[in-house]
Structure formats: C-alpha cells, structure tokens
C-alpha cells in the first residue's frame, strides 16, 4: 500500500477496481496505482459514451429538456446542459480536443463570451462569475489551455475580483435579487464587499486546472481565502449554509469540501497547513466500512457517483500525502 491508502481507515481501491464500470476502473489503476493503461481513446468507444454523443446537436450543443422560459432561453439552458455533458465527457471519459464532439462543443460556448471575456446567458443579462470559470476549468481539461478565449476569459476574473482578493456575483454583492436577471442593467461589482466562498471555490477551479495560472499570486491569495472559509457559512445567499460543503458532486460543479481540496492540492497547497488538515481528518472519520465516504451526493443521476466521489477524495489524498 502507498502512504496515503495507510492514512484511510479503509483501502478504497479493491473496491473501485471490483465495479462492473471500465472508467472508473480504468482512473484507478491509471491515478492511483500508477499502472500503465490502455490508451484514454478507448473510454470514448464504451456504449454509454456512444449515447451521449448521438444526441449532440448540429450546432455541437445538448439539449436541456424542459426549463422555464420566464428565467432563460432555450439557447442558454442549452449552454447550462453542453456545460454538463462537457464535465461528464472530460471528468469521467478523459475527452479532449482530439474527438469532434469537443470541438464542436467548445465553438458552441464560445459563441457565448462577450467581448469582455465573460460567458454570458445563464445569468440572463448579468455577468456570471460561477458558470465562467466552471466552463473555462473545462475547456482547459480539454487541452484549450492556450487558446485566446480562454486567455480572454482569465483576464475577465482578473478584472472583476473583488478588492479582498476573492470573487462574488456582482449583482449579489449590490444588494439585488434574481429580478435582475433578464433586466436592462448590466450591474456591476461592488468590490468592497467581501468575497463569496462558493463563487470564489469556482473561480479557484480554473486557475487549478491551468498550468501557468495554478501558479500565479492570484491563486495563491483565492486558496488562503478558501482556507478561511471551511465548513463557514457564505456571506451570500446562494448556497448560503454551512452544510453545503459536504453536498458534493462528481464532475465537479459547485464549491463544496472536495472540489476545493482539489483545487488547493493543485496549487500547491501542503497538507501541513492546518485548516487543510482538520479537513483531511475530516475526511478520514467520514469514510465508511465499505470505503467510501458520506457525503451528500447533489445532481446528476448516475448510480455510480458515490464511487466517483471516492475516486476524486482518493486523488486528493494522493497529491496531499505523497
């Protein structure tokens, strides 16, 4: 056993490596026990993977079903559901640029970004703080690392911090309601308010996922504020309670205890530091009989997301302890 399965209570890779599920699988041997794997083209031929792909639309996005069209379009409820098949194509298939379902995908949400460098619609009118970083953190994953509207996207967050070094939704930090969504008004950061953990946790994503940029100051500064934040209430009200960290998901898609984790041990961050500890601890005394840990499982509908929720409290473990 490595140093950091001796740090579980339980070894959670005989279990990973038991499922009938050749991705998750396939990510264990590949992460966790560094074994030499079959190249990553062989997930995007599994049958799930095949019916996901025959329902991309000509345009490259998917469809939402349903929504309301008092709160978006149908064409920015359709950039919210490319955003989550493109989390689920990266995160549990390995898909890059390479495959044209990516690409497509990626010319659809780049129609969405403004010539500010924002990626504008979910929110309606207004700036997204959340949704920009959470698709640019994908896109990266993607090997859009060094493309313009990516570099174009990074210097919008920059633009747009707050003035304690974290981020917010702009329209929250002026005091407005969900009103002012579709409204006339662009409202802009009120930069002395302080910063929101869960906007902030999102931000943080795309700077970890960036070669260059999970090293700059700028991320540095977000993770000590994140740090700060454990298991705290939001100054916000979207997601406001404290319970939220432990309501995760897998992609990744709010801020909650693992996402950030992830984030930090991307950064740089040590497991000596000692808020990060005490959630490493944490982390441990959570871990059931069977391996995993109880967490509160958010969206999705995948019946095998407890065991990717292991496998990405796993490869934190693994960055954190060896």
């Not at 031929?45 to 490259?60: F, M």
Request: with cysteine; charged share 30%.
């Amino acid at each position: 056993m490595d140093s950091w399965q001796k740090e579980l209570k339980v070894d959670p890779v005989p279990k990973l490596l038991s499922l009938e599920n050749n991705a998750i699988n396939y990510f264990t041997k590949r992460d966790l026990l560094d074994e030499n794997v079959k190249p990553i083209e062989t997930l995007w031929k599994l049958p799930e993977v095949e019916k996901i792909l025959r329902i991309q639309q000509s345009d490259g996005s998917w469809e939402y079903p349903g929504g309301n069209k008092h709160i978006r379009s149908q064409e920015n409820y359709n950039q919210i559901e490319t955003f989550r098949i493109l989390g689920d194509l990266t995160g549990k298939y390995g898909f890059n640029r390479d495959h044209e379902a990516i690409e497509k995908a990626a010319e659809f949400l780049f129609n969405f970004q403004t010539e500010e460098g924002d990626f504008r619609g979910i929110y309606g009118t207004q700036y997204t703080t959340t949704y920009t970083p959470a698709i640019i953190e994908l896109l990266i994953k993607a090997g859009y690392e060094n493309d313009p509207h990516i570099l174009k996207g990074f210097e919008w967050l920059s633009s747009i911090k707050q003035d304690d070094g974290g981020w917010a939704i702009p329209f929250r930090t002026a005091g407005k309601k969900l009103d002012v969504l579709n409204g006339p008004e662009l409202i802009q950061p009120v930069k002395s308010k302080p910063f929101s953990h869960l906007v902030t946790g999102m931000v943080l994503r795309a700077f970890a996922a960036h070669p260059k940029y999970r090293k700059s100051e700028s991320a540095k500064k977000a993770g000590e504020l994140m740090i700060s934040r454990f298991f705290k209430s939001d100054k916000y009200s979207d997601r406001k309670g404290k319970n939220f960290w432990e309501k995760v998901s897998y992609p990744f898609w709010f801020t909650d205890i693992v996402s950030t984790l992830d984030s930090l041990s991307f950064i740089g961050f040590k497991k000596d530091n000692p808020q990060i500890e005490e959630a490493l601890e944490w982390l441990k005394k959570i871990q059931n009989e069977e391996g995993l840990f109880d967490l509160k499982i958010v969206r999705g509908r995948d019946k095998d997301s407890k065991y990717w929720i292991c496998l990405a409290v796993c490869r934190l473990f693994k960055r954190f302890y060896e």
